[in-house]
């Protein structure tokens, strides 16, 4: 019932120059890949976006966030099952086309680029919100946009060593979220003298739940957004020297992750009143000004406009390499694949480029909060991704259930965890549109996936043509 009627899927070794066969040596250690996959996830969806979903759960988001670490771990298990297996070059993409089908595999990797278009997007808005703590008078739309040109022509000019990049930026995150827990708990717990004493007034004094269930399960597509960037680890997975490692990895990455989420947003709770928590500013900065370091601010400030510079060219990087990919299967027009003199993908940047520049200036139109928007819209693309995911991992399973296969430890309870999961995504993508910003997010991810749907008509001669070379 699960395993697909092959509705065209392609046999991998059909899908050109996207895939990457295990016998090729991959380049990543576990250190690296772990470094990769925490940098590509912990961005300004956390830093910034926080705020969204504190002000809808209350302490209820340390719940939210711990759900979420559940749904993103079996995502992440399924993710590195497949890669195991197969260790091919375009991931998931790949996968769920061979084992659903070249309809879906469309729709993952068209999903994951525009995904990845709305998130550069964010993290170009999420900077000039953090800009404004230097140059108030400054309007967002310029710093925006200034952030996002600088980004494209770093891709524009090409980069080397990107994963060594990535993975300093990843340890400058850690090392700032380690910094601001560290100093925190040494103020809150009276060690340490920073001028101002906090009143006692926080989150926690209006109980765990002030907004009801309700509030919980409005966070959780905010609350997704802050894991999202898995993708890059099961992207990144298949490069790995040793494939059987993966599995070390997957379980490193999310152990940090959930650690440095509950905990630093447990200290968040503790010192600043609920009323305190707004988007206009990062809550850590907050945070740290209330406590009476705001030296730390200024510097917590900086490290998260520079880790946002991080999100955004490994974005853009992993954006036009799906684009390629999709060129290279016949699923976008060809100009895509056009490489320039110097190795620059002008093609797919171009189309790149015209793309940010859309979605950062229709969420500048629309008559609601503009990083909500963009993060709505992104989150609804990443539920629709992990969908696919879990589906082709389902089918994986149906394919191989009398064969000894390795299955990651991550994918806990499979398959009756993976079919909870599976409705988990559809129950939480259902309920965010209870709220109206939400909605706004969900309306524009409906019309985009609508209009892929109608060009994949259109393309698909030329997929044929692909696949059969």
Not at 105 to 119: D, M, N, P, R
Not at 204 to 224: A, D
Not at 291 to 302: C, H, I, P, T, Y
């Amino acid at each position: 019932m699960l395993q697909s009627k092959n509705n065209g899927a392609v046999p991998t070794e059909r899908l050109g120059h996207v895939i990457k066969h295990s016998s090729e040596k991959g380049t990543l250690s576990v250190s690296q890949l772990v470094l990769i996959g925490v940098g590509g996830i912990i961005g300004a969806g956390f830093f910034l976006g926080v705020g969204l979903p504190i002000r809808s759960a209350g302490p209820a988001v340390l719940i939210a966030f711990l759900i979420g670490a559940i749904i993103t771990a079996h995502v992440a298990g399924a993710l590195t099952t497949l890669a195991v297996d197969q260790p091919i070059k375009g991931s998931f993409m790949v996968y769920t086309k061979e084992y659903i089908g070249n309809f879906a595999g469309y729709i993952e990797g068209w999903g994951y680029y525009l995904s990845s278009v709305l998130v550069i997007a964010s993290e170009a808005v999420a900077m000039s919100v953090f800009t404004k703590m230097w140059m108030p008078m400054m309007p967002n739309w310029i710093t925006t946009s200034i952030y996002a040109a600088i980004v494209i022509l770093i891709n524009a000019f090409g980069t080397k060593n990107f994963s060594i990049v990535e993975s300093l930026m990843s340890v400058v995150k850690i090392a700032a979220l380690v910094g601001f827990i560290l100093v925190i708990g040494l103020v809150w717990s009276g060690m340490f003298r920073a001028g101002i004493v906090t009143s006692g007034s926080n989150a926690f004094k209006l109980g765990v739940f002030p907004n009801g269930v309700s509030g919980l399960l409005q966070s959780m597509l905010i609350v997704i957004f802050a894991y999202a960037g898995v993708g890059v680890f099961g992207t990144a997975a298949t490069e790995m020297r040793n494939p059987k490692r993966i599995e070390q990895a997957a379980w490193l990455m999310m152990l940090i992750l959930t650690i440095l989420y509950i905990v630093s947003i447990a200290l968040l709770l503790i010192v600043l009143p609920l009323r305190e928590v707004s988007t206009n500013m990062s809550p850590f900065v907050v945070a740290l000004n209330h406590s009476g370091v705001s030296w730390l601010a200024q510097v917590f400030n900086g490290i998260i406009v520079i880790a946002s510079f991080s999100v955004m060219a490994g974005s853009v990087f992993s954006a036009n390499q799906i684009l390629q990919g999709l060129g290279d299967m016949g699923d976008s027009p060809k100009f895509v694949m056009r490489i320039g003199k110097k190795g620059v993908p002008f093609g797919s940047l171009l189309v790149t480029t015209v793309g940010i520049a859309i979605a950062i200036a229709v969420s500048y139109l629309l008559p609601a909060n503009v990083y909500n928007f963009l993060i709505s819209a992104s989150s609804f693309f990443t539920f629709l991704s992990w969908f696919l995911i879990l589906w082709a991992f389902l089918v994986w399973q149906y394919k191989y259930k009398r064969k000894e296969k390795f299955v990651s430890t991550l994918a806990i309870g499979k398959p009756v965890m993976t079919f909870v999961v599976m409705g988990a995504i559809v129950l939480l993508a259902g309920y965010a549109l209870l709220q109206k910003d939400q909605l706004y997010g969900f309306y524009a991810f409906i019309l985009i996936l609508f209009v892929t749907s109608v060009i994949y008509l259109f393309v698909k001669p030329g997929r044929r043509k692909a696949s059969n070379r």
